[in-house]
């Protein structure tokens, strides 16, 4: 069925309006009747949120940690850490979910190889992080108005005024042997706490936040648009697969083939739809790549779906823009993108 620009084009802008700030952050160019709908499509889906629009964001989940800390009553200290594609400058939304990390600070795990020569026992931790939840439940109700409990790992809650949504994830620290030698937080993970099986989940973050914003850099914000797009595609087509799984398609890109050159979009659209056939078809390339952080193997057989429904979408799109005169847009400085 033939993609409906016109549709998608309201949904992006509708994902792109600021309600406090009463004002959409749209290029100039999305404006302009003669640029065919296509290119608008596919140049708007890349186009980074602007920084202001995210600082909003962070301003949301800095008022709760405030308001958190100003309240707990706990024997234990709390550290934090922000992570999301906010974090990454992949978001295509202006009201992106955010996660503020809240991590228990009194002790931490060990991992293979590192010695525990003060092993602590003053409390016993997993009650430990079930008196952090309950208490942050307490808080979050007591201030903001919807909030959530619903989430295994997390509660959620929604600022009003900032028009802005929080999770607050609860943690542990992990602290790995690469991270005990070097003190890079590079190396350091979390547990994560599933509260409905009483299960950690040991999760690197900031490796991966590290990895997706060297290799944005590396390509000249390239790979990050690459990511939007497939984001946006997702969006737009109820498409089943994650977030996660979208930016390890892109990371496993080389960078030459995702620079980014003024004008170029349509070569790393390209670049995608032949890593995405790939994927597809070669299984035991797709399940040896691995996640921007290098500690998982996500893309399974059950991915395969999804990655043949994104791509077909991906290739309408390309072809449709194909049909226009792409660079000639350029050329005449009919269109602004940055």
Known sequence: MAIDYEKRLQNLSARRFDNELNESILTKSFSSTSIPKNIKYLMESMVRIDKKYNDKTIEAANRVQKHLENNYDLHFSRAYRTQGSVTTSTNIKVHSD??????????????????????????????????????????MEDIYDEVDKTGKKNISIFNKSLNRKVDIVFCFWYNSKKYTETSSEYYRGIYLFDFTKDEKILDYPFAHINQVNAKGDNTNDGSRKGIRLLKTLKADADIDLSSFHLTTIVHSISDSELYYYRGKEINIAKAISNQLEKLINNGEYRRSIESPNGTEKPLKDDTVDGMKKIKADLDELIADVHKELYLGYFEKGELIYS
Do not use: A
């Open 98 to 139: 955010f996660d503020l990390l809240t991590i228990i600070d009194r002790y931490h795990y060990t991992g293979v190889g590192v010695p525990n020569d003060n092993p602590y026992t003053d409390s016993e931790p997993n009650s430990d992080i079930k008196i952090l939840r309950r208490q942050s439940e307490k808080i």
